[in-house]
T-cell receptor, first 112, second 116 residues
Framework: DSGVTQTPKHLITATGQRVTLRCSPRSGDLSVYWYQQSLDQGLQFLIQYYNGEERAKGNILERFSAQQFPDLHSELNLSSLELGDSALYFC???????????FGDGTRLSIL | AQKITQTQPGMFVQEKEAVTLDCTYDTSDQSYGLFWYKQPSSGEMIFLIYQGSYDEQNATEGRYSLNFQKARKSANLVISASQLGDSAMYFCAMSHASGGSYIPTFGRGTSLIVHP
């Protein structure tokens, strides 16, 4: 058990819809990362938050947004969903940037 | 651009043998970190081992060791005494400094199958 909790585990929705993925980091970790894993793109870094503030951005689409709340949990919002957004979305946390990250079990998103 | 290359899409090893998974990286930064993660078929990502760019000694964690050759920009993972449970995808990753933070970059992974 990594200590990182992601909900829900599975999500099935339709094109054009909006979903919210939730992540609770390991106790004591201030940094949260979001990743998208698909067969064709591999594991892609989306965005990082540190203690409530955005720290770094990767390949995150404009239709996607995230935030980290005062209790350090984070949410990833995906809107105007397309078939190509079907993927496994991971949240990871670490004590600080550049330190080993511990991953949640992921949310598998299927767009029909 | 920072890049991680894992040239072995698939590897096979006999149980109890040692195996080396290759990883090369490309960065012009002096400060960076190198990581290996394991992803079993169940899907979770498990952190295995970390090496900082300034660390003189190769990192070791139980049966895992990281063969860090800075001049060659390689960070190979060595798994000793392979077990059936080691069958999984293995990802090499690097974190490099960018704009006050560290950006993670992952390789495409190597699939390891351990034979009895």
């Amino acid at each position: 058990d990594s200590g990182v909790t992601q909900t829900p585990k599975h999500l099935i929705t339709a094109t054009g819809q909006r979903v919210t993925l939730r992540c609770s980091p390991r106790s004591g970790d201030l940094s949260v990362y979001w990743y998208q894993q698909s067969l064709d793109q591999g594991l892609q870094f989306l965005i990082q938050y540190y203690n409530g503030e955005e720290r770094a951005k990767g390949n995150i689409l404009e239709r996607f947004s995230a935030q980290q709340f005062p209790d350090l949990h984070s949410e990833l919002n995906l809107s105007s969903l397309e078939l190509g957004d079907s993927a496994l979305y991971f949240c990871a946390s670490s004590v600080d940037s550049g330190q080993p990250q511990h991953f949640g079990d992921g949310t598998r998103l299927s767009i029909l | 651009a920072q890049k991680i290359t894992q040239t072995q899409p698939g590897m096979f090893v006999q149980e109890k043998e040692a195996v080396t998974l290759d990883c090369t990286y490309d960065t012009s930064d002096q400060s960076y970190g190198l990581f290996w993660y394991k992803q079993p078929s169940s899907g979770e990502m498990i952190f295995l081992i970390y090496q900082g760019s300034y660390d003189e000694q190769n990192a070791t964690e139980g049966r895992y060791s990281l063969n860090f050759q800075k001049a060659r920009k390689s960070a190979n993972l060595v798994i000793s005494a392979s077990q059936l449970g080691d069958s999984a995808m293995y990802f090499c990753a690097m974190s490099h400094a960018s704009g006050g933070s560290y950006i993670p970059t992952f390789g495409r992974g190597t699939s390891l199958i351990v034979h009895p």
